[in-house]
C-alpha cells in the first residue's frame, strides 16, 4: 500500500517536473522531431478499448494543452506547413468510424444545439475556452455503414454536421463506405468503396475531397495502389496518405523515415497516451517543436542526415 502511495506520488511529481519544464520557457526548434497521430473512437460512457468518455476527452485536452501540444491540421502537416506557435509542439487528433457520441445535436430553444457532451462539443468548448490550442481534427466517416455509425446516427442532421466540420476548418476523411475490410476484396470493390465514400460525402458538400485515408482494422488491400489513387463508378480518388490504427508517433513530414502511405497513429486510451507523454518528456529530442514559422524549418544541426531531400521548394531550411 505504501509503495503504491510512493508510486502515485513519483508518478505526480514526474508530471509536475514535466509541465514545468514547458512551462519555463519554449523549447528550441526541432522539426525532425516526431509527431502524436491520436486516434479516438467513440466518446461515450462507459470508458472501454474503444471508448473514450466525454470527460477523460476533456482532459486530454487539458492535458496536452498544458504540456505545450497544439491542434495542426494533418493536411497541413502533409503539405509540410507546421502552423503551430514557436515553441509548442504540433498534435492530431483523429475520429474514427463517425459514431453518434462523436458529434451529436440535442433539441433545444425550438431548435437544434452541439450537445456538450459529445465529442465536437467538448472540443469546441475546449477551444472556446482557449483560443490558443487552434482547431484542427480529421473525422473518418462512414457514409454507408449501418446504424449507428452512419454519419453520426442521425439522418436528418447528417448534411448539416459535415458542412459544420468543413466550415469550421475539420477534415473529413475517407474511412470506406461502410469499414470494408480492404485485404478482403479484389480490385473492383476496393476501388469502389474509397470512391463512393467520397461520393456519399459530397451529396452533402458538393466538391469535398477527401485528402486521406484511415483503413478500416488497419488492413491494407493486396495492392496498395488500389488505395491511392484511382477512378470507380465515374469518380476519381486520391489519398495523399494512409493511416494505420498503431505504430506509435509519427516522424516529422520533414524527416527521410516519413512515409504518407504507412502513417502510424496512436491510440488515444489511457494507457497509451500515457506512455507517449512521458516518452516525450524522457526524450524531449525526440519531440516536434515548432519555429513557428511555416515557410522554415529549423533543425538541429547534428541531425541533418536525418532530413529528407529534397525539401519541397516554399520551405526554407535553417539548421541551429
Ligand atoms: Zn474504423
Known amino acids: 500500500m505504501r509503495l503504491v502511495l510512493v508510486g502515485v506520488l513519483l508518478l505526480t511529481a514526474a508530471l509536475l517536473v514535466a509541465s514545468a519544464a514547458w512551462a519555463a520557457g519554449p523549447l528550441p526548434p526541432n522539426e525532425l522531431g516526431r509527431v502524436m ?31 505545450g501540444y497544439r491542434l495542426q491540421a494533418l493536411n497541413d502537416l502533409l503539405d509540410g506547413r507546421i502552423t503551430v506557435p514557436a515553441g509548442t509542439t504540433p498534435v492530431v487528433l483523429t475520429f474514427d468510424d463517425s459514431s453518434p457520441g462523436q458529434f451529436r445535436y440535442v433539441a433545444a430553444n425550438g431548435g437544434v444545439a452541439l450537445d456538450p457532451r459529445s465529442g465536437v462539443g467538448v472540443l469546441e468548448a475546449f477551444i472556446a475556452e482557449r483560443p490558443d490550442f487552434g482547431r484542427a481534427a480529421t473525422f473518418y466517416v462512414l457514409p454507408g455503414a449501418s446504424r449507428p ?19 469550421r476548418g475539420y477534415e473529413i476523411g475517407n474511412h470506406t463506405l461502410w469499414h470494408a475490410n480492404l485485404g478482403k476484396y479484389g480490385e473492383p470493390t476496393v476501388r469502389a468503396q474509397l470512391a463512393e465514400a467520397q461520393v456519399w460525402v459530397q451529396r452533402h458538400v458538393p466538391d469535398y475531397r477527401f485528402r486521406t485515408l484511415a483503413l478500416p482494422h488497419g488492413v491494407y488491400p493486396k495492392n496498395v495502389e488500389w488505395a491511392v489513387a484511382g477512378t470507380a463508378k465515374g469518380t476519381t480518388y486520391r489519398h495523399d496518405a494512409i493511416l494505420m490504427v498503431a505504430g506509435g508517433a509519427a516522424p516529422s513530414p520533414f524527416a527521410r523515415a516519413f512515409n504518407p502511405v504507412r502513417l502510424p497513429r496512436i491510440q488515444a486510451v489511457e494507457r497509451d497516451l500515457t506512455h507517449w507523454l512521458q516518452h516525450f518528456d524522457r526524450h524531449p529530442g525526440d519531440r516536434f517543436v515548432s519555429d513557428g514559422d511555416p515557410a522554415v524549418v529549423t533543425i538541429p544541426a547534428a541531425l541533418r542526415d536525418r532530413l529528407r531531400a529534397p525539401l519541397p521548394k516554399h520551405l526554407e531550411l535553417r539548421a541551429r
Not at 52 to 61: A, H, I, K, S, V
Not at 149 to 167: A, D, I, M, T, W
Open 37 to 67: 497521430i491520436l486516434e479516438y473512437h467513440r466518446i461515450d460512457t462507459p470508458e472501454e478499448r474503444w471508448t473514450r468518455t466525454p470527460e477523460n476527452f476533456r482532459r486530454d485536452l487539458e492535458t496536452l494543452h498544458a504540456r
Open 149 to 167: 455509425n452512419r454519419l453520426f446516427n442521425q439522418p436528418e442532421h447528417e448534411g448539416r454536421k459535415l458542412r459544420f466540420l468543413v466550415e
